[in-house]
């Protein structure tokens, strides 16, 4: 559940995956995608914290040659083992949402797995627990219950044979009383 | 949504298992001190949590209200990922953008890990030295200095707030300790807001952050916590879920302006016409507390005649750009609130009148009754949390030192005044006007500068000026740990230690957490601590000269740690050793969650004052009145705020940082940009009588018209320094309890063309 209401745009969530993984400069599993001035009226002040969506019919699974991608039955995380890739590159080429990342140094396909080994550990993703304003949290769709939370809100593109997990809580924007001029 | 991509027709089946090699380095125990190079490359493995972790505490240094209690993961002596303490309920298992890039950094491949010298100052011609040939070349030039001098009054320490581990005020002592010096004293950041708050209150201090909760309505006012104190919004959120009303005042659309119910612009620094206007409307409709200004509060009635005499409602507003209905309507809201709260920014002092600024927030709240209230008061800062021994800090001078003959007390808001009971004293500095200092000041002249917790030409004002006066110095030596702009115009960096490579102990000044900062991992390369050098310098010079410095010999950081711990320490925080620290921070026990919850108030009349005598000895006003703003020098105001991606120069120079800002910008107003013929993307030039700044431009109404908006950041591959635009002209406020008044930075003034 991303909640772009409680989300500051502090980027604790991109960088706390980074401090877990120490991916190579240049791969970025989960980043914030500013909302457009013509979704949200202010630039640079609401965003989507974005990393792979965990799909209900993942692309990524589907075309992968050697099953690097898992879907879990247990719970839906879709598990990316970078050891088995072999940078046929159509995970990159074919998820609409950019979740596989292209790791041009190592030569492989990365992608963000839910911190799988922390969940099993009984511990929050890195991002989940890193974020500062509680904005990132797992929710379980079969009984999650909130009516403001949307599949596609906004901004984030719609693919529906692929049925993303992800949902979102849309942001506020203020009411102003905003003086002309400084001088 | 879906970044481009570059067809890639190679396919390669990886000939290795990575996971096997890096096995072997673990058994062979080589993983400590394999370079940073490999490790970075087969670091991505899926995170063992068999085989366990060491755990250590640490805490973040730098100066910031978060403070944040962090808890490291060590394998084999390497630190691989840090987590957020769970068990603070204010950093609550989460970091920032800042702290999460601290892997990164202790392991950057750009950290500096020996002493260097630079052949020739400014030309990049760095060599290594050893720690033996850097401490002789020092110690031979602090002696020489003594020698032609008398004295050593003609070597100066700038120092701030680079890490405010407490035994790093081992620093001054090593000053201290070495003989009578010269100090750059005072702050650069919130000394205006700190003598308005001791004027008004007797001392700066704020609630319990924490208790934001209980807060019906919420003023942040020249402050930006969803940026400089993430930890603190979720309070908020939780205030406004039950019910309050959060309202910015601010001359910039913040990022907490945006999570505002209401987004009040006013004009910059025009904070106090408001405050005023607010007071007045307040007095005319009897809606002050009449037991606080009656029963606590001394001057209130000449208060009100100075309001009834010298404000309206309809001239603030014509001052403040804020509408008479809306500051009526504010003053109402506010006032009603049971309790209302204000977080008083720094960013609102950082001006000619900026503590006037602070003075007439404070009285709002006075008059409302808000102080003492839990869920109430003015928040800006304290220093509660901050009695330890100083033990680092406090050395003597060396027998037969000559110093100053004036009566300079050090002062600083962080310490006890040090006064210097002995005849001589430090000879002391305005550390916000270092560049004037350096060029003017003779008899003796500063010939040699040590540089500490503090980046001068990344954060001090009119870096032309700067440039000038570097030249007349006769040797800069740094600490720093990357090859920031100061250490590019110095002669020796000495490699510090990040704060996992030593012990000390954290406080914040604004929650009440008390951390332990353990040693983690080993100094990395030959890094040392501020505290290590000192004692390694102290080795050297009483090896040349014996008896020269008295600092004690201590490498062992850990030592001067314990030293600092003391009774009332203890006590506070309800902890019987530091050891106690090691499971986790720990909490003052607070009576209540609010400041001057007893109003008994430190002022001479033991009452909040609304006529302090005390500012009219220090030259302002005995009530909160009216200051009149910097007049523009120039068309657009120049506001240089913090950048969220880095504490000062820190942390925007790693690699990992640079994925998420990869370079600076200017925003710019669209009204203004199409008078000025600039579209979104193009190069400007930013220029006014201080210097120039070229920088891509941003279109956005997040500023007004006549505004430009640029964050202040060190980017180690663009020429990029805003402080080519910032003077140094004064803030009203700052000598009382600092030592020097504080800087205008935002009363800056400039104009753009496109490049």
Redesign the interface.
């Known amino acids: 559940m991303v909640n772009s209401k409680?989300c500051?745009?502090?980027?604790?969530c991109?960088?706390?995956c980074?401090?877990?993984?120490?991916?190579?400069?240049?791969v970025?599993w989960r980043?914030?995608?500013p909302i457009a001035t013509k979704h949200y009226p202010?630039?640079?002040?609401?965003f989507y914290s974005?990393a792979c969506n965990h799909c209900d019919q993942p692309v990524c699974a589907e075309v992968c040659p050697v099953q690097a991608h898992v879907k879990r039955e247990k719970d839906g995380i879709v598990v990316h083992s970078?050891?088995k890739?072999?940078?046929?590159?159509a995970c990159?080429?074919e998820?609409?949402?950019?979740a596989a990342k292209?790791n041009?140094?190592?030569?492989?396909a990365?992608k963000c797995s839910m911190?799988?080994?922390?969940v099993d550990?009984g511990l929050?993703p890195?991002c989940v627990?890193?974020?500062?304003?509680?904005a990132l949290t797992i929710v379980d769709l079969a009984t999650l219950d909130n009516p403001k939370a949307e599949q596609y809100p906004p901004g984030?593109?719609k693919h529906e044979a692929l049925n993303p997990s992800t949902r979102f809580i849309r942001?506020?924007?203020?009411?102003?009383?905003?003086?002309?001029?400084?001088? | 949504m879906k970044k481009e991509l570059k067809k890639n027709a190679n396919t390669a089946v990886c000939p290795f298992s990575r996971r096997g090699f890096l096995k072997g380095m673990v058994a062979t125990g080589v993983l400590a001190s394999i370079p940073a190079g490999i490790l970075r490359a087969n670091a991505w493995e899926r995170i063992h949590y068999e085989g366990k972790y060491d755990i250590f505490r640490n805490a973040c240094p730098r100066n910031c209200y978060d403070t944040c209690s962090i808890k490291s993961y060590v394998r084999n002596g390497v630190l691989d990922f840090i987590e957020g303490a769970q068990e603070s309920t204010f950093t609550d298992g989460a970091l920032c953008v800042k702290g999460y890039a601290y892997p990164r950094r202790v392991y950057s491949p750009d950290r500096i890990k020996y002493p260097m010298k630079q052949v020739g100052r400014g030309t990049g011609n760095w060599k290594r030295i050893s720690w033996d040939e850097a401490l002789t070349e020092i110690s031979e030039k602090i002696l020489e200095i003594k020698k032609k001098d008398g004295s050593l009054l003609g070597m100066a320490l700038d120092k701030y707030s680079g890490n405010f581990g407490i035994t790093h005020y081992g620093v001054e002592g090593m000053m201290s300790s070495l003989g009578y010096t010269s100090r750059f004293v005072g702050t650069p950041c919130w000394p205006a807001g700190i003598d308005a708050q001791n004027f008004d209150m007797g001392n700066m201090w704020c609630n319990d952050p924490e208790d934001f909760v209980k807060a019906k309505y919420i003023i942040v006012w020249g402050g930006n916590p969803a940026w400089n104190s993430v930890h603190t919004m979720k309070f908020i959120y939780e205030a406004q879920e039950r019910g309050a009303k959060l309202v910015v005042i601010d001359p910039l659309l913040t990022q907490t302006a945006a999570k505002a119910d209401l987004y009040v612009r006013v004009k910059t620094s025009q904070d106090g016409v408001l405050a005023l206007g607010m007071a007045r409307h307040i007095v005319d409709k009897k809606l002050y507390n009449k037991e606080f200004v009656e029963k606590y509060s001394k001057g209130f009635v000449d208060f009100v005649s100075y309001l009834k005499e010298k404000v309206s409602v309809e001239w603030a507003a014509e001052q403040s750009g804020v509408p008479a209905e809306l500051i009526r309507q504010l003053a109402e809201e506010y006032a009603k609130a049971e309790p209302g709260t204000i977080w008083a920014g720094y960013g609102l002092q950082r001006h000619m009148n900026g503590g006037a600024n602070v003075r007439a927030i404070d009285a709002l709240a006075a008059m409302t009754g808000n102080i003492g209230k839990e869920g109430g008061g003015v928040r800006y800062g304290h220093l509660q949390t901050w009695g330890f021994n100083y033990n680092a800090m406090v050395q003597k001078q060396p027998e037969g030192s000559v110093g100053y003959l004036g009566k300079d007390k050090i002062k600083s808001e962080f310490t006890e005044e040090q006064e210097g009971k002995a005849k001589y004293s430090d000879r002391t500095i305005n550390i916000n006007k270092i560049a004037e200092s350096i060029l003017n000041i003779d008899e003796p002249p500063i010939r040699l500068l040590w540089v500490a917790c503090k980046n001068p030409f990344g954060q001090d004002f009119d870096r032309p000026k700067l440039l000038k006066a570097f030249k007349k110095l006769e040797m800069v030596v740094v600490v720093d740990q990357f090859f920031n702009e100061t250490v590019q115009n110095a002669d020796i960096v000495l490699p510090s230690t990040t704060l996992f490579e030593e012990y000390t102990v954290n406080v914040s000044y604004w929650h009440y957490w008390l951390s332990i900062n353990e040693k983690a991992i080993p100094e990395q390369y030959e890094a040392r601590s501020d505290l290590q050098i000192a004692a390694m310098l102290s080795t050297k010079m009483n090896e040349l000269e014996s008896g020269s410095c008295t600092f004690p010999q201590i490498m062992d950081t850990k030592v001067w740690m314990e030293k600092e711990f003391n009774e009332g320490i203890y006590k506070y925080f309800g902890i019987k050793s530091w050891q106690d620290l090691r499971s986790g921070p720990k909490k003052a026990k607070l009576a209540s969650s609010a400041s001057w919850h007893e109003k008994k108030f430190a002022t001479p009349s033991g009452k909040y004052e609304f006529s302090s005598d005390l500012a009219a000895d220090y030259g302002h006003t005995k009530l909160p009145e009216y200051k009149v703003r910097r007049k523009a020098y120039d068309k657009f105001r120049v506001l240089t705020p913090h950048t969220q991606f880095g504490l000062h120069s820190q942390f925007v120079n790693i690699d990992y940082m640079e994925d998420f800002n990869k370079e600076p910008f200017v925003y710019i107003n669209p009204l203004a940009a199409k008078v000025k013929n600039i579209a979104d993307g193009d190069m400007v030039k930013v220029f006014n009588k201080v210097g120039n700044v070229t920088v891509k431009a941003k279109l956005t109404d997040n500023v007004a018209e006549d505004v430009i908006l640029m964050y202040e950041a060190w980017f180690r591959k663009a020429d990029f320094n805003v402080q080519n635009l910032v003077d140094d002209e004064s803030s009203d406020m700052g000598s009382y309890k600092t030592g020097a008044p504080g800087v205008a930075i935002h009363d800056q003034f400039a104009d753009i063309v496109k490049a």
């Open positions: 409680k500051v745009g502090c980027y604790s991109a960088q706390a980074k401090n877990q993984y120490h991916q190579e400069p240049g970025v980043d914030l995608t202010h630039r640079e002040r609401a974005l970078a050891e890739c072999i940078y046929c590159h990159i080429d998820c609409p949402y950019g292209d041009v140094v190592l030569k492989r990365e911190c799988v080994e922390r550990a929050k890195a627990l890193g974020c500062p304003t509680k984030f593109d942001p506020m924007a203020p009411k102003l009383a905003l003086a002309n001029k400084d001088s």
